[in-house]
Structures are given as structure tokens and as C-alpha cells.
């Protein structure tokens, strides 16, 4: 069955349908771009048909965008040469739409034609907004929960059925330079405001106005079809347009450091095509796009970023049993952490109970919750009585009793096992047998915490990061004993307050730790090198990391890097390996210098707590060497240190699922999103490079680099991760 339909009205007015069969919100295919053709055909040469109007079926949402697994195998689809079947399918959807846009004028007067009118009674994204920006008119339902933009830049790509050179023609590059560089979402009224659509209409009146305006005789070509057409801010050869384009690379490379193909792409497309008449500058949109499909990154990107994320957050991983959604909760420590944990979940509709020592305390923990309340309400995205009602939810209190009926509980207490402990024992004896227990903890054996709990199938880590309410993902961790009901309460709950779970085995520091911690010893042991910090951090900045790992330890605290060195010393004894990194942390402790939170660390802070410049004192104490490396080695060991530990952790059985793996490490710590992942990574250099390249790395710089055993055997056979374990990963 067609996911398009038509129904042809005694008033002249055809109105065209999209459905798409088996979905919640419409997506394309190329089946439905072709359905599309056929229909546009029909009433395009139907001479009792005076306008068409293109609509949804699906209740407050017009499409979701392209099926982005389409997207993703595109160039393994597109033949033995696969640039120019790329091209050649992309320009197919250029045709289709650019039939839609002149609809039957004559190609040298512009006369004739039917009017296209695109009603959306919602959210239009991607795909979903282009092929409204090819009608002649777009009317939005006054829908405030629709969200309506072009969102291909977050998963690696941008545009390329003529949305950015629609968009920019119609705005302006600066005015459209948000919706395209940054994926901007707005809701209806946003969006007419910034000029994206035309109309906003009662939702209950959105095809009455519609056919209104395709019976009204209305003037349908397009401004960039019309003789005199300017583009709004000025071409890349007027003065205001010039210097727009030279403050658009210089935001684009600032933001980017060059690291992302698709933003780099994007502004070519614009530039290059503002340059051109309209049909030419499709063509160069076209060939960027297929610039950007031909790269693996973007590959990479979709299959993380959507739809390996996207399988985690439905359940991939999740046990056999049923449901397991939480009703009530209770959060064992006000403090940071306990009381973001408390927002989360008061948010998503759950009985919070807020315990702390004393009520000062759980009282602070609960107003955490009121002031991210206030600055929702001040910038629109919240109302008082949804404060209200949040607020209602938490109960802050000292009283263990008010415990009962939980069945969830979350400790955050301080990051000590005797008070995990205590507090692990105090609890059991008010909630009841089949209540699960979880331990938020980034550091801490869950296996031995479990060993204060009378039963260890109940007892499971679930690792948020801070601040919680910010932070996408959540790292749960299965000690020994941790039965499949606690693996999936844990995950049902990660659901309801709609983030991004991992699942992992316990092991030292679990697996995102395990993976940073040799990210800031890397650059902790150029330090004592003698590389130049700037160039330390800027080479991770290059790399796609938000931040490198001397800003990242001073983000973080120099104290708390120290007293996991002493700890993890203590652990290992003569096996501990970081001595070298002790040496720059503890000097840097014993400064007095413990980051951010002490406006003193590797960097230099004034009174507000913004960073000035790199701590002069540190060249004094680490005198930089004469001959600096080359800017690929610091980003090599950078990488290798983070990519090693994730096929460490895989090989041991930590990881299960090598898209945990990805998925985990670009939410947890922004690993170089454009690789989509340490796995993905891995494969996009190969596996026989990254072996050879590990060997030279272990004989310049020591063991840590030794190449794994699976990573061996995989470059002997020259396989690939998603070739191997393909989306599900046993360990190995």
C-alpha cells in the first residue's frame, strides 16, 4: 500500500496525503519520493484540478524526516560507482521537487502553473521541511509542541534535497546559518517569525485555509525564479554578503576546528551556490552533499548518533521480563547528584523521595529542583503549574519510613563503601523484598557493594553523569550476582526520564571512566614531557573533543584525579602504571592548584571563575622541550590511549555491545562525534593500520599502547568491528 493518496475535491482542490504505513510519524523512502512523482503528475495534468494541497495523515506531525537507515547504506547501495549513483538519486530528488515548485509554468514566462500549498499539523523535520520549502506557501498549525527545522547537521550530514539552498535563498545565509549550521529546531510561531514558513493557523482550521489560499489565484513563483531576484543580506560579491560568508567560516572553523566534514561541506554548498542561478546551485549542493555521503564519517554518525542510539533507548539489550516501570522512587543524598537525580525523576512524572542527614539538606536538594524550574518558566519552557507539580512529587525528608513503597532506590552518598553501606543496610529494612537497589557510583566495585545487601540479584550501579540533567547518558553496571529484573528496572527507568542507557559488566572505573581516565593521563604525560599544553589540548579540540584533557582534569578537579591515583594505586600495587601522571597531579595538588572550582589549575582564572590562559608556573616546573612533536602524534596517542581501553574492555567482557561502546563514549565524554565512536573509528582507519600503528606507539612511548589481543587477530583477517559483531557484540 502507498504511503501517499489523493483526494480530488468537487472545487478544484486535490489533496495529497502522506501516511506512511506501519509508523508513528512519516518517513521517506525512495518508493515514497516516487509515489510522490506520480501523484504530483496526476493532478498536475489533471485540467478539473486548480491547486494542490500536501498534508499529513498522521495526528500533530507532518514527517519525521528520511528514513536515516536508508541514508546510511546509500553508498554501498549506490553501484561500482557509487559518486556518481549518489549523485544521480540525489538529483532524482531535486527533479521531483523542483517539479513541485513550478508546477506546470511555463519554463520562459513563468505563466501558468498550479498553486502547492504544504499544511503541517506538526513537527517537519529534515526531508520533512524541504519538501515544504519547494511548495509555494507553508502553513504551520498553531501546534506549540511541534518542533520545525533541519536538524541533518547533528547526525554528520546537511540538507541535500535542496533544503540549504532553499532556505538560504529564501532568509539569507546569516539569518538561515542557525536552522542549517546548528540543526535550530523552533516551534510554529518561532518559525514563522524567522521567515521558515509563512502561515500559522488554528489547528482545527488548517486545510480551510489552505484551500483558501490555492483558490485565491495567488502569484506561485519563487523569488529565485523571477527576473531581479537578491538574495536577502547581500550575495557573496556584495559587501554585506562578502562579510557575512568571512564571519561564517570564521564561526563554522571556530566551532569546529575543522574536525566535522559536514559543516565544512554545508558552507562550500552556500557559498558556492549563492554565486549561481538556482538550478545550477542544486547541482552544487548535490555534489557537497555527496561529498559528505561519500565520507565515512557520515556513515559512522547516523549509525551512532540515530540508530544505535535509537535501539539502546527501545531496548536492545533489555531483559526478557515484564515491565519494570518505576512508579516511586527514593534518592538516598541531597547533594549534587542526588538532587538531579530527584529532578529527572519528578520530571518524568515519578514519586521522588529525597533523603539526606538532615533536612537543611534535603530541603537544599528539593530547591534544586525549583530553580531549574524558574529558569525554565523565565525562557518559556515551563509554567508555574508545572513547577507546581513537579514540586508536589519530592519529598524531602530525614525519615527513612518514607521509603515504603518505593521501588527503585538510588543512592548518591558520598563515595565511600562504609557509608554506601550503612545507608545500603538502613534502607533494606523499610523497603520492601522485591525493591531494587542501585548505587550511582563512577569508581566503586558494584560487586562489593552488593555484598551489603541481603540479596545481590536486587542490587545493580546505575551511573549518572553531572550534571544529571544535562548529560544524555547513563551507565548501568551489572555486578556478579545482579539478576535480569534489576537490568531491567534499571533500564525502564533510564526510559521514563529519556535518556541514553549503556549496560555493562563490573570492572575497575566500569567502562566510560575506564576510557577517559587514560584520555587526561595522555595529556598529563605530555605535560611532563615538555609538550606545550595549548597545543596538548587544541590537538584533542582538532580531533572533535569539546574539550582536551588539561581543561577536562582542571573541568573536573585536580583533587579528585589525585585521590583517584592514590586509590587505584593502593589497588594495584606493583601493576599501577600512572606513576608518571602521579607526579604532574600531585605537584599540582600540592600547589594548591586544583582546577576550576579554586579559580587555579593548568589554566589561570579570574574572580568569576573564567579562564584567562594557560598557568605560567607550569613551564617553570616542566621546562618545554626544544623539538615539540608533530600535531598527528599528540592526536594519535590521544586517540589509541581511549580506543585501546574500549577494545580492552570488549575483550574482557565489560562491553557487551560494541554500540554501547560508540553510542557510551560519544555521550559520555564527547568522543570525536564525527568518528561515531571508538569502534567506529577503528574502522574507518582499519584494523591492520590501527595494529601497525599501535606497535610503533608501544616501542616509542611503552606498553599501554600494546596492541590487544583481539585487535591482532582482527588485523591478521582484516575484519572490521561492524563487520565482526555486527550491531550485537558478544564480548570476546
Known sequence: MTDFTIQKHADGVAIITWDTQGKSMNVMNAQGFLDLEALIDDALADDAVKGVILTSGKPGSFAGGMDLNIIAKMRDDAGDNPAKGLFDGVMGMHAILRKIERAGMD????????????????????IGLEIPLACHRIFAADNPSAKIGLPEIMVGIFPGAGGTTRLVRKLGAMAASPLLLEGKLNDPKKAKAAGVVDEVVPADHLIEKAREWVLSNPEIVKPWDDKGYKMPGGAPYHPAGFMTFVGASAMVN??????????????????????????????????????VLMNPSSSAMIRSLFINKEALEKGANRPDVPDQRVKKVGVMGAGMMGAGIALVSAMAGMQVVLIDQKQEAADKGKSYTADFMDQGIKRGKATAEKKAATLDLITATTDYAALKGCDLIIEAVFEDPAVKAAVTKEVLKVVGEDCIFATNTSTLPISELAKASDNAEN????????????????????????????????????????????????????????CIIPYINEGLRMVAEGVVPALIDN?????????????????????????????????????????????????????GRLGRKSKAGFFDYDDKGKRLGYWPGLAAQYPRAAEQPDLHEVQQRLMFAQVLEAVRALEEGVLEDIREGDVGAILAWGFAPWSGGPFAWLDIIGTPYAAERCDQLAEQFGPRFATPKLLREMADKTQSFYGRFGGQAAAA
Open 107 to 126: 519554463p520562459k514566462t513563468n505563466k501558468g502553473g498550479k498553486p502547492i500549498a504544504a499544511a503541517l499539523p506538526g513537527t517537519a523535520l529534515g
Open 254 to 291: 571556530g566551532k569546529t576546528q575543522g574536525a566535522f566534514p559536514a559543516a565544512k561541506a554545508l558552507l562550500s554548498a552556500v557559498y558556492e551556490g549563492a554565486l549561481v542561478p538556482f538550478d545550477t546551485a542544486l547541482k552544487i549542493e548535490a555534489r557537497w552533499f555527496v561529498n
Open 459 to 514: 542490587f545493580i550501579g546505575i551511573h549518572f553523569f553531572s550534571p544529571v540533567e544535562k548529560m544524555m547518558l547513563v551507565e548501568i553496571i551489572k555486578g556478579q550476582k545482579t539478576g535480569p529484573r534489576a537490568v531491567a528496572k534499571a533500564l525502564d527507568y533510564v526510559r521514563q526520564i529519556r535518556k541514553t542507557p549503556i549496560v555493562v559488566n563490573d570492572a575497575r572505573f566500569f567502562y566510560c571512566n575506564r
Open 539 to 591: 590537538a584533542a579540540r582538532q580531533l572533535g573533543f569539546p574539550v582536551g584533557p588539561l581543561q577536562l582534569v582542571d573541568e573536573t578537579s585536580i583533587d579528585l584525579g589525585a585521590k583517584i591515583a592514590r586509590a587505584t594505586k593502593a589497588a594495584m600495587g606493583d601493576a599501577y602504571p600512572d606513576a608518571a601522571v602521579d607526579e604532574v597531579i600531585f605537584y599540582m595538588e600540592g600547589e
